[in-house]
């Protein structure tokens, strides 16, 4: 199992560690702060330092509890070796805060739209694109929902993350608000919560900002209808408080 440091702490940019196993160009550490592919989100890339040799991280997946780092340009890496990853900040900030504002979204017509929310979506560096099952969604009614986006998270609500025991997720209505994500907490013995004071509660495994006010401000760069219970939305973010 591969310790999460990203969990402990999403600002982490540097961390040491110790090479378990390498396959080829994959590399597994005993921890990382590097974060994988998952949840819609795109993962981290960066830098991993082994016997004063720097190599490039290009991707990084995981299956189950390890997590593999893809590097570009083998140097000799050998099990039990010490190892400094760097991650690329500027990616990693940019998906935290496409990140919180997709759920600060969600959160939004959740709470205020009763006919349907987000089915799914990508998140990029400079992008997010969310799938909403809402029959009357239009254009008009999409920028309304990215306005009161906007004035939530210029209100200043704190995001933080937690982890509950199975039993308290599933007693918890709505904290998966997808079918494989209700499923997902069905399998696991504990279940990470995150949580955007007084607005949004829900199961996610992925990385945020701790404040609404750092998201910045949306833009709703585009919109479609997909069918009659498929709309999809991309937005934009300008820059970060």
Not at 168 to 185: D, F, H, Q, V, Y
Not at 187 to 205: A, F, T, Y
Request: charged share 30%; hydrophobic share 35%; glycine share 10%.
């Amino acid at each position: 199992m591969t310790v999460k440091l990203y969990w402990k702490d999403a600002y982490l940019k540097e961390f040491d560690s110790v090479v378990e196993r390498v396959d080829g160009n994959i590399v597994v550490l005993r921890e990382t702060a590097f974060y994988p592919t998952g949840g819609g989100v795109l993962n981290d890339t960066g830098t991993l330092t082994v016997n004063g040799t720097g190599c490039r991280v290009a991707d990084v997946t995981k299956e189950g509890d390890t997590i593999f780092h893809h590097i570009e340009g083998v140097p000799q890496i050998n099990a039990g070796d010490s190892a400094h990853g760097e991650i690329d900040w500027n990616r990693r900030y940019s998906l935290m805060r496409y990140h919180t504002a997709v759920h600060l979204m969600d959160g939004i017509v959740e709470k205020s739209y009763q006919n349907g929310g987000i089915t799914g979506g990508t998140i990029f560096p400079d992008r997010a694109r969310m799938d909403f099952a809402m029959e009357n969604l239009n254009r008009e009614l999409a920028q309304k929902i990215v306005d009161e986006t906007n004035s939530a998270a210029n209100e200043g609500h704190k995001v933080s993350s937690k982890m509950i025991s199975r039993d308290e997720a599933l007693s918890m209505p709505n904290l998966a608000r997808t079918e494989p994500g209700r499923k997902l907490i069905e399998s696991m013995p504990e279940v990470r919560v995150v949580e955007i004071e007084g607005i949004d509660v829900q199961s996610d495994g992925g990385l945020h900002v701790a404040d609404t006010k750092e998201i910045g401000k949306l833009f709703l760069s585009k919109f479609e209808n997909k069918g009659k219970h498929s709309k999809r939305i991309e937005i934009t973010l300008g820059e970060s408080k």
